[in-house]
């Protein structure tokens, strides 16, 4: 699998249309509670954006789309919610990979799986296994997954790897390939859903210089519509990865 730079080391291509989108789907459970619903019917829901969105991604020529399914931190939440995400995370798996595979859509999983039943795991396994040849779009599911774990993770693989390795001879180019997603370049852009301006322990490594695009939107409302607002608004964007506008100016004469 090949690796990627680092945009603090090499100046990636920009392009209208961004090559790597991650998202945080935020507000699923708000979407039911507004409707007088259970906080589980918004993530049903949320299942519709979801495919709806990757379908999008994939018809605009976005090559990656990275989506925030479950991070380390949400296991605070109420026990039957959990109980209802693990639930229907299989049944989705179950459902989806067929159609990714006819959509030639590769489907990858970040994060730490050992805390998920054998059961989720067998199924990522074999979804993985199933789309490892799709060329048409990456979909990488973050599940289980922190930024901080991710950076600590390729550090101890790194070091595995490397037992004699001095401090002053730690580099990004070596931690690079340890990280969870050293298969896809960094994201062009971050997009968030309902409402909340941060980025929540999501690819913290990797949104080093990563365009980042909030909307009010609730996640189940997130639409093909949106996507293009999200699209227009990136288009509309300086991206100068320590340059200037002058610099930039020149480049492009």
């Known amino acids: 699998m090949s690796q990627h730079s680092s945009s603090t080391l090499v100046i990636p291509e920009v392009s209208a249309i961004p090559r790597h989108v991650a998202i945080i789907m935020d507000g699923n459970g708000r ?3 507004k409707r007088m619903m259970p906080r589980v019917a918004g ?3 949320g299942l519709g ?3 709806n969105i990757v379908q999008e991604c994939r018809k605009f020529g976005v090559e990656y789309l990275t989506v925030f399914a479950f ?3 949400n296991w605070r939440r ?3 919610e959990v109980g209802f995400l693990m639930k229907l995370f299989l049944k989705s798996l179950k459902g989806e990979v067929s159609r990714l595979a006819e959509s030639d859509i590769a489907l990858r999983l970040i994060g730490d799986l050992s805390r998920f039943d054998l059961a989720i795991q067998e199924m990522v396994e074999f979804s993985e296994d199933l789309t490892a040849n799709c060329k048409g779009l990456t979909l990488t599911i973050a599940a ?11 550090m101890r693989q790194c070091l595995a790897k490397n037992p004699n390795l001095k401090p002053e001879q730690v580099s990004e180019e070596l931690l690079q390939p340890h990280l969870s997603m050293a298969y896809a370049p960094e994201p062009d852009l971050f997009i968030r859903t309902g409402g909340e301006q941060r980025v929540s322990n999501f690819l913290l490594w990797q949104l080093a210089y990563t365009e980042l695009y909030f909307t009010d939107i ?13 699209f227009e608004w990136f288009s509309q964007r300086e991206r100068r990865f ?3 506008s002058a610099q930039l100016a020149t480049h492009k004469l």
């Open 78 to 80: 109420p026990p039957e």
């Open 218 to 230: 609730l996640w189940p409302d997130f639409d093909e519509q949106e996507l293009h607002k999200a």
């Open 144 to 154: 289980n997954y922190g930024g901080r774990w991710d950076i600590l993770q390729a």
């Open 242 to 244: 320590g340059r200037t």
């Open 49 to 51: 954006a979801v495919r």
């Open 43 to 45: 993530h049903s829901e």
């Open 31 to 33: 979407w039911a509670s």
């Open 71 to 73: 991070s380390s931190e």
